[in-house]
């Protein structure tokens, strides 16, 4: 059976970690593959800040670089800044599966324009720079947000009535105001407001968590792995140092 290791780019507890794990009921992946969720010792508080986003690239890292050596055939990374994505694929041949570019890219084979949907204005840093990346940044009708600090630990629970009201009445204005024909939620901490956003839109609204499972479960399934010559291998490993930092 395929083994799939999801990084979660926090450090948390049992209970918070399962509420990570709850994504998996929003895709059906069949009986014949495992997810196996594990979080980071290495993280910044919040992505907000070029320092934040170095820490994640190596916390990430740190978390992942033996995935193959464990035996997991594939790794889901559980942030929509893709941090470590690069990183663990020049080190790892497995398939390394990142939110962020796979639900923008995806986005585009169902409309022309998306919006971003997510908590926080400050935020944006992170898709601004996939989208430059991916060359996209025209495709990207808006990014708004429902202005709301978020929490990476407990999610939206308790916080449901504040949130999501909040969230819908900025993702109607993606639609009406920006014209998007698809919404991609901000964040994978998002993923319990995906099924109230998604019967009160008119457009698709794109999970990016569950969408990394089935996008891994595809890659191993028709056996495609990342082009080693767009990630190739460092000349000298130093993989001791971030175990060490750990």
């Known amino acids: 059976m395929p083994k799939v290791l999801v990084i979660v780019p926090f450090p948390m507890t049992s209970d918070n970690l399962d509420k990570r794990r709850a994504q998996l009921r929003a895709v059906r992946l069949g009986p014949d593959i495992d997810f196996t969720f594990e979080a980071v010792r290495i993280a910044p508080e919040n992505y907000v800040s070029q320092q934040d986003m170095l820490l994640a690239d190596v916390g990430i890292l740190q978390a992942g670089h033996d995935a193959e050596a464990r035996g997991f055939d594939a790794v889901c ?20 599966i990142g939110p962020g570019r796979h639900a923008m890219l995806i986005a585009l084979n169902l409309g022309e324009r998306f919006s971003i949907l997510s908590m926080w204005d400050r935020w944006r840093p992170l898709y601004r720079k ?31 009535e504040e949130v999501f009201p909040a969230l819908l009445k900025a993702g109607r204005r993606c639609v009406e105001q920006d014209g998007a024909d698809v919404i991609i939620l901000g964040s994978t901490t998002m ?12 457009v698709p609204v794109i ?35 971030f175990a060490s930092m750990a």
């Open 77 to 96: 990374i559980d942030t929509m800044s893709d941090s470590g994505m690069a990183a663990l694929r020049s080190v790892l041949r497995i398939p390394v």
């Open 130 to 160: 996939t989208l430059g990346e991916l060359g996209l940044a025209e495709k990207c009708a808006s990014m708004r947000s429902a202005d709301l600090v978020p929490n990476n630990q407990r999610l939206l629970g308790g916080r449901e």
């Open 191 to 202: 993923h319990e407001a995906h099924a109230f956003l998604a019967e009160r839109l008119p």
């Open 207 to 241: 999970n990016p968590g569950p969408l990394t499972y089935r996008m891994a479960d595809a890659a191993l399934k028709l056996r495609l792995p990342h082009a080693r010559s767009a990630y190739p291998a460092p000349l000298t490993p130093r993989l001791d140092l």
